[in-house]
């Protein structure tokens, strides 16, 4: 079984307003259409049974909404397809409440953006819904690192998750991009060992921009390094479709040199532990 962690899906009325203007921040192009049917015809292609889709709420207004969604989602969910994350975000009001309807109606996590959301990764805001998460059972799936579509600073770089990690234990904190995306050696350095899950969502070369200069990613050498520093039983598959093929990155990922056990473990394993499958 394969489980892609990081995915993204758009709602089809506003699909392919937000792909376009995701790709313009980003200057990269999708590899799909941005919508569930997208995405369910991409998996199939790639053999990947199920994709955990993230949602970014930008606005705390927009965080019941996008949870009444996942509830509605994870309902039917049946074991393989999509399995939708909530969104919370740092202005959101109730979290504590909102983070438990969350976990009683079977949503098994939520994803941050701090660069979106406009906030510091050690914020006291932060800190306070990721203990309030972990109380709940919940994954945290954080992006970390520079973002392709935002201009530095980066607001979740390795060092403020060392802050996070000094006032607040979280046993399912997920680090997208490898633990911070172009902050690699800091990641491994930094966070290697202290419990941390990583996905390995837009990291592996080649990628190219809309103008065809490549965007600076992980050789294979480097990636399986990292692997391994992290330990395979921390990192989870993740491809971050659109902005990745899932087809190339389970490619790329099968000719990196891992060991059967530790793809299994990166490629299944991890993943239905933290999502309890
Ligand atoms: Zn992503």
Redesign the pocket.
């Given at each position: 079984m394969r489980i892609d962690f990081?995915t993204?899906v758009f709602p089809d009325r506003i699909a392919a307003r937000a792909v376009e203007k995701l790709e313009a921040a980003g200057d990269i192009r999708a590899l799909s259409d941005g919508t569930a049917a997208g995405l369910a015809a991409s998996m199939a292609a790639a053999g990947i049974d199920i994709s955990v889709t993230?949602p970014v709420a930008t606005a705390g207004r927009q965080v019941i909404s996008i949870n009444d969604g996942a509830l509605e989602q994870v309902r039917t969910f049946s074991g393989r397809g999509l399995l939708p994350f909530g969104a919370m975000h740092p202005e959101f009001g109730d979290y504590r409440a909102e983070l438990k309807r969350l976990a009683r109606g079977g949503v098994r996590g939520i994803k941050l953006h701090p660069d979106y959301q406009g906030v510091f990764f050690d914020d006291p805001r932060i800190l306070r819904i990721v203990d309030a998460a972990n109380e709940q059972g919940l994954v945290v799936v954080t992006?970390a690192g520079a973002d392709i579509g935002f201009p530095p600073p980066a607001h979740c770089t390795p060092e403020r998750v060392l802050a996070l990690l000094r006032a607040v234990r979280p046993d399912k904190l997920v680090l997208?991009h490898m633990g911070g995306w172009q902050m690699w050696d800091e990641a491994g350095e930094a966070l290697a060992g202290t419990g941390v899950y990583v996905d390995t969502?837009?990291v592996l070369a080649p990628h190219a921009h809309r103008d065809g200069r490549p965007v600076d990613m992980l050789s294979p050498e480097r990636f399986t390094a990292l692997v391994r520093a992290f330990g395979a039983d921390r990192v989870l598959f993740g491809t971050?479709s659109p902005?990745s093929d899932q087809c190339g990155t389970v490619r790329r990922i099968e000719a990196c040199g891992l060991t059967e056990a530790e793809r299994r473990a990166v490629f299944q394993d991890n993943a239905a532990r933290l999502l309890g499958l």
């Amino acid at each position: 079984m394969r489980i892609d962690f990081h995915t993204h899906v758009f709602p089809d009325r506003i699909a392919a307003r937000a792909v376009e203007k995701l790709e313009a921040a980003g200057d990269i192009r999708a590899l799909s259409d941005g919508t569930a049917a997208g995405l369910a015809a991409s998996m199939a292609a790639a053999g990947i049974d199920i994709s955990v889709t993230l949602p970014v709420a930008t606005a705390g207004r927009q965080v019941i909404s996008i949870n009444d969604g996942a509830l509605e989602q994870v309902r039917t969910f049946s074991g393989r397809g999509l399995l939708p994350f909530g969104a919370m975000h740092p202005e959101f009001g109730d979290y504590r409440a909102e983070l438990k309807r969350l976990a009683r109606g079977g949503v098994r996590g939520i994803k941050l953006h701090p660069d979106y959301q406009g906030v510091f990764f050690d914020d006291p805001r932060i800190l306070r819904i990721v203990d309030a998460a972990n109380e709940q059972g919940l994954v945290v799936v954080t992006h970390a690192g520079a973002d392709i579509g935002f201009p530095p600073p980066a607001h979740c770089t390795p060092e403020r998750v060392l802050a996070l990690l000094r006032a607040v234990r979280p046993d399912k904190l997920v680090l997208a991009h490898m633990g911070g995306w172009q902050m690699w050696d800091e990641a491994g350095e930094a966070l290697a060992g202290t419990g941390v899950y990583v996905d390995t969502a837009f990291v592996l070369a080649p990628h190219a921009h809309r103008d065809g200069r490549p965007v600076d990613m992980l050789s294979p050498e480097r990636f399986t390094a990292l692997v391994r520093a992290f330990g395979a039983d921390r990192v989870l598959f993740g491809t971050d479709s659109p902005w990745s093929d899932q087809c190339g990155t389970v490619r790329r990922i099968e000719a990196c040199g891992l060991t059967e056990a530790e793809r299994r473990a990166v490629f299944q394993d991890n993943a239905a532990r933290l999502l309890g499958l």
